[in-house]
Protein backbone atom coordinates (compact mmCIF):
# COMPACT_ATOMS: atom_id res chain seq x y z
CA UNK A 1 0.00 0.00 0.00
CA UNK A 2 1.11 3.61 -0.98
CA UNK A 3 2.48 5.20 1.91
CA UNK A 4 2.68 8.96 0.67
CA UNK A 5 -1.13 8.92 -0.47
CA UNK A 6 -3.86 6.27 -0.57
CA UNK A 7 -7.38 7.34 -2.06
CA UNK A 8 -9.01 4.03 -0.25
CA UNK A 9 -7.42 5.36 3.07
CA UNK A 10 -8.13 9.15 2.46
CA UNK A 11 -11.69 8.57 1.63
CA UNK A 12 -12.03 6.25 5.03
CA UNK A 13 -10.01 9.08 6.75
CA UNK A 14 -12.53 12.01 5.22
CA UNK A 15 -16.04 9.77 6.23
CA UNK A 16 -13.85 9.24 9.81
CA UNK A 17 -13.45 12.93 9.88
CA UNK A 18 -17.07 13.80 9.33
CA UNK A 19 -18.74 11.59 11.60
CA UNK A 20 -16.34 13.08 14.33
CA UNK A 21 -16.93 17.06 13.72
CA UNK A 22 -20.47 17.53 11.61
CA UNK A 23 -21.94 18.42 14.62
CA UNK A 24 -19.21 21.55 14.80
CA UNK A 25 -19.64 22.06 11.07
CA UNK A 26 -23.03 22.29 10.94
CA UNK A 27 -23.52 24.73 14.11
CA UNK A 28 -20.94 26.79 12.03
CA UNK A 29 -22.86 26.80 9.12
CA UNK A 30 -26.05 27.92 11.18
CA UNK A 31 -24.18 30.41 12.88
CA UNK A 32 -22.52 31.91 9.44
CA UNK A 33 -25.95 32.02 7.81
CA UNK A 34 -27.80 33.94 11.32
CA UNK A 35 -25.15 36.52 10.95
CA UNK A 36 -25.50 37.23 7.29
CA UNK A 37 -29.26 37.33 7.87
CA UNK A 38 -29.36 39.33 10.46
CA UNK A 39 -26.38 41.83 9.59
CA UNK A 40 -27.62 41.66 6.02
CA UNK A 41 -30.99 42.48 7.36
CA UNK A 42 -29.73 45.62 8.60
CA UNK A 43 -27.82 46.43 5.77
CA UNK A 44 -30.35 46.06 3.57
CA UNK A 45 -32.72 48.56 5.44
CA UNK A 46 -30.55 50.64 5.99
CA UNK A 47 -29.61 51.68 2.75
CA UNK A 48 -31.92 54.27 0.57
CA UNK A 49 -32.14 51.92 -2.52
CA UNK A 50 -31.73 48.81 -4.10
CA UNK A 51 -28.72 46.60 -3.05
CA UNK A 52 -26.69 46.45 -6.50
CA UNK A 53 -24.42 43.72 -7.64
CA UNK A 54 -21.55 45.97 -6.61
CA UNK A 55 -22.04 46.00 -2.84
CA UNK A 56 -23.30 42.26 -3.06
CA UNK A 57 -19.98 41.46 -4.29
CA UNK A 58 -18.57 44.07 -1.75
CA UNK A 59 -19.79 42.31 0.97
CA UNK A 60 -19.41 38.66 -0.58
CA UNK A 61 -15.43 38.98 -0.58
CA UNK A 62 -14.92 41.38 2.32
CA UNK A 63 -17.11 38.43 4.37
CA UNK A 64 -15.50 35.57 2.96
CA UNK A 65 -12.15 36.67 4.02
CA UNK A 66 -12.90 37.23 7.53
CA UNK A 67 -14.92 33.70 8.12
CA UNK A 68 -12.82 31.77 5.90
CA UNK A 69 -9.59 32.47 7.81
CA UNK A 70 -11.86 32.02 11.51
CA UNK A 71 -12.89 28.62 10.12
CA UNK A 72 -8.88 27.53 9.16
CA UNK A 73 -7.95 28.35 12.34
CA UNK A 74 -9.72 25.73 13.84
CA UNK A 75 -9.13 23.09 11.33
CA UNK A 76 -6.50 21.63 13.41
CA UNK A 77 -7.73 22.04 16.93
CA UNK A 78 -7.58 18.38 17.86
CA UNK A 79 -3.73 18.64 17.75
CA UNK A 80 -3.53 21.39 20.62
CA UNK A 81 -5.48 19.39 22.69
CA UNK A 82 -2.88 16.70 24.51
CA UNK A 83 -6.06 14.20 24.90
CA UNK A 84 -6.93 14.51 21.00
CA UNK A 85 -3.43 14.96 19.80
CA UNK A 86 -1.88 11.84 20.58
CA UNK A 87 -5.06 9.98 18.87
CA UNK A 88 -4.75 12.05 15.61
CA UNK A 89 -1.20 11.74 15.56
CA UNK A 90 -0.88 8.33 15.49
CA UNK A 91 -3.60 7.56 13.39
CA UNK A 92 -2.65 5.06 10.52
CA UNK A 93 -2.95 7.69 7.82
CA UNK A 94 -0.16 9.45 6.31
CA UNK A 95 0.10 13.31 6.80
CA UNK A 96 -0.62 14.29 3.20
CA UNK A 97 -3.69 12.41 3.95
CA UNK A 98 -4.22 14.22 6.79
CA UNK A 99 -3.38 17.34 5.27
CA UNK A 100 -5.53 16.93 2.41
CA UNK A 101 -8.97 15.87 4.69
CA UNK A 102 -7.81 19.49 6.51
CA UNK A 103 -7.75 21.22 3.13
CA UNK A 104 -10.66 19.70 1.63
CA UNK A 105 -12.92 21.02 4.12
CA UNK A 106 -11.13 24.71 5.02
CA UNK A 107 -11.09 25.13 1.56
CA UNK A 108 -13.36 23.76 -1.13
CA UNK A 109 -16.10 22.46 1.24
CA UNK A 110 -15.81 26.02 2.97
CA UNK A 111 -16.10 27.91 -0.40
CA UNK A 112 -19.38 25.93 -1.37
CA UNK A 113 -20.75 26.02 1.89
CA UNK A 114 -20.06 29.51 2.36
CA UNK A 115 -21.11 30.77 -1.34
CA UNK A 116 -24.61 28.60 -1.25
CA UNK A 117 -25.39 30.44 1.93
CA UNK A 118 -24.53 33.74 0.93
CA UNK A 119 -27.17 32.99 -1.90
CA UNK A 120 -29.44 31.94 0.16
CA UNK A 121 -29.73 34.28 2.73
CA UNK A 122 -29.41 37.47 -0.34
CA UNK A 123 -32.35 35.38 -2.38
CA UNK A 124 -34.35 35.62 0.73
CA UNK A 125 -33.49 39.51 1.57
CA UNK A 126 -33.89 40.91 -1.83
CA UNK A 127 -37.50 39.09 -2.05
CA UNK A 128 -38.60 40.74 1.40
CA UNK A 129 -38.04 44.31 -0.39
CA UNK A 130 -39.15 45.23 -3.66
CA UNK A 131 -38.63 49.24 -5.63
CA UNK A 132 -41.40 50.12 -8.28
CA UNK A 133 -39.61 49.62 -11.83
CA UNK A 134 -36.73 47.98 -10.59
CA UNK A 135 -35.73 44.55 -11.61
CA UNK A 136 -34.13 42.85 -8.36
CA UNK A 137 -30.45 41.45 -9.36
CA UNK A 138 -28.11 38.67 -8.10
CA UNK A 139 -24.36 38.68 -8.32
CA UNK A 140 -22.97 36.15 -9.68
CA UNK A 141 -19.65 34.28 -8.65
CA UNK A 142 -18.45 32.96 -12.27
CA UNK A 143 -16.78 36.74 -12.76
CA UNK A 144 -13.96 38.61 -13.22
CA UNK A 145 -13.90 39.99 -9.77
CA UNK A 146 -14.44 36.46 -8.28
CA UNK A 147 -10.88 35.47 -9.33
CA UNK A 148 -9.15 38.51 -7.41
CA UNK A 149 -11.27 37.01 -3.85
CA UNK A 150 -10.14 33.94 -4.76
CA UNK A 151 -6.39 34.56 -5.34
CA UNK A 152 -6.41 36.49 -1.75
CA UNK A 153 -8.64 34.15 0.01
CA UNK A 154 -5.94 31.67 -1.00
CA UNK A 155 -3.34 33.44 0.32
CA UNK A 156 -4.86 33.89 3.70
CA UNK A 157 -6.23 30.19 3.82
CA UNK A 158 -2.31 29.24 3.79
CA UNK A 159 -1.08 31.24 6.25
CA UNK A 160 -3.89 30.56 8.57
CA UNK A 161 -3.29 26.88 7.60
CA UNK A 162 0.18 27.49 8.59
CA UNK A 163 -0.20 29.04 11.73
CA UNK A 164 -3.24 26.69 12.73
CA UNK A 165 -0.39 23.87 12.62
CA UNK A 166 2.46 25.96 14.33
CA UNK A 167 0.28 26.81 17.25
CA UNK A 168 -1.42 24.69 19.60
CA UNK A 169 -4.10 27.17 21.48
CA UNK A 170 -5.47 30.50 20.08
CA UNK A 171 -5.15 30.01 16.79
CA UNK A 172 -6.63 32.77 14.82
CA UNK A 173 -5.53 35.50 17.57
CA UNK A 174 -2.11 34.56 17.01
CA UNK A 175 -2.11 34.61 13.49
CA UNK A 176 -3.89 37.19 12.93
CA UNK A 177 -1.40 38.85 15.37
CA UNK A 178 1.81 37.87 13.49
CA UNK A 179 -0.04 38.57 10.04
CA UNK A 180 -0.72 41.95 11.11
CA UNK A 181 2.66 42.45 13.06
CA UNK A 182 4.79 41.36 9.54
CA UNK A 183 2.25 42.92 7.79
CA UNK A 184 3.04 46.52 9.86
CA UNK A 185 6.68 45.65 9.54
CA UNK A 186 6.50 45.38 6.33
CA UNK A 187 4.88 48.52 5.20
CA UNK A 188 7.63 50.48 7.46
CA UNK A 189 10.85 49.32 6.00
CA UNK A 190 8.83 49.76 1.85
CA UNK A 191 7.91 53.39 3.09
CA UNK A 192 11.96 53.92 4.53
CA UNK A 193 13.10 52.25 1.54
CA UNK A 194 11.53 54.34 -1.15
CA UNK A 195 11.89 57.31 0.51
CA UNK A 196 14.97 56.50 0.40
CA UNK A 197 15.36 56.12 -2.99
CA UNK A 198 13.02 59.46 -3.76
CA UNK A 199 14.99 61.59 -1.94
CA UNK A 200 11.94 62.91 -0.30
CA UNK A 201 9.41 62.38 2.46
CA UNK A 202 6.37 59.98 1.51
CA UNK A 203 2.85 58.66 2.94
CA UNK A 204 2.83 55.13 4.54
CA UNK A 205 3.42 53.02 1.27
CA UNK A 206 2.27 49.81 0.54
CA UNK A 207 4.18 47.39 -1.24
CA UNK A 208 3.09 47.08 -4.48
CA UNK A 209 0.49 49.87 -4.31
CA UNK A 210 0.46 53.37 -4.86
CA UNK A 211 3.61 55.67 -3.97
CA UNK A 212 2.13 58.86 -2.39
CA UNK A 213 3.80 61.97 -1.30
CA UNK A 214 3.75 66.17 -1.41
CA UNK A 215 5.29 68.53 -3.49
CA UNK A 216 4.20 72.34 -2.02
CA UNK A 217 0.50 72.27 -2.21
CA UNK A 218 -0.13 69.67 -4.70
CA UNK A 219 -0.06 65.61 -4.35
CA UNK A 220 1.00 63.42 -6.34
CA UNK A 221 0.39 59.46 -6.52
CA UNK A 222 2.49 56.94 -8.71
CA UNK A 223 1.46 53.54 -9.05
CA UNK A 224 2.13 50.62 -11.65
CA UNK A 225 0.15 49.87 -14.83
CA UNK A 226 -2.30 47.57 -15.17
CA UNK A 227 0.31 44.38 -16.80
CA UNK A 228 2.80 45.36 -13.66
CA UNK A 229 -0.64 44.76 -11.52
CA UNK A 230 -1.17 41.15 -12.81
CA UNK A 231 2.65 40.51 -12.62
CA UNK A 232 1.68 41.14 -8.47
CA UNK A 233 -1.23 39.02 -8.60
CA UNK A 234 0.38 36.31 -9.90
CA UNK A 235 2.72 35.98 -7.69
CA UNK A 236 0.08 35.48 -4.74
CA UNK A 237 -1.00 31.67 -5.83
CA UNK A 238 2.67 30.77 -5.35
CA UNK A 239 3.04 32.29 -2.17
CA UNK A 240 -0.35 30.52 -1.33
CA UNK A 241 1.61 27.48 -2.98
CA UNK A 242 4.61 27.99 -0.64
CA UNK A 243 2.42 28.43 2.65
CA UNK A 244 0.57 24.66 1.81
CA UNK A 245 3.59 23.14 1.40
CA UNK A 246 5.12 24.58 4.82
CA UNK A 247 2.12 23.84 6.13
CA UNK A 248 1.99 19.97 5.05
CA UNK A 249 5.66 19.89 6.14
CA UNK A 250 4.86 21.68 9.62
CA UNK A 251 2.19 18.87 10.16
CA UNK A 252 4.79 15.87 9.06
CA UNK A 253 7.20 17.28 11.40
CA UNK A 254 4.49 17.01 14.17
CA UNK A 255 4.00 13.69 13.48
CA UNK A 256 7.77 12.46 13.45
Avoid at 8 to 31: D, G, N, P, Q, W
Avoid at 39 to 46: D, L, P, R, T
Avoid at 59 to 64: D, E, I, K, R, T
Avoid at 70 to 93: E, M, Q, V, Y
Wanted: charge should be positive.
Amino acid sequence: MNNYFSLKRFCRLFIKHTAEHYRTYLMSAAVLAGVFLLGGSFIFYMIPGPMDTGLQSALFAVLMLIAGPIFTSTIFTDFGDKRKAIPALTLPASPFEKFMVSWVYSYVVFIVVYTGIFYLVLSILISLKHWPGHHNEMLTVFQDGFSLVLILFSLLHAITMYGAIKFEKLHFIKVGFSFLTFYALLILVNTVFLGVIVGRQIYPATPFAFLNFPEGQKFFSIGSDQQQSNWVFMLLPVLSLLFWIAAYFKLKEKQA
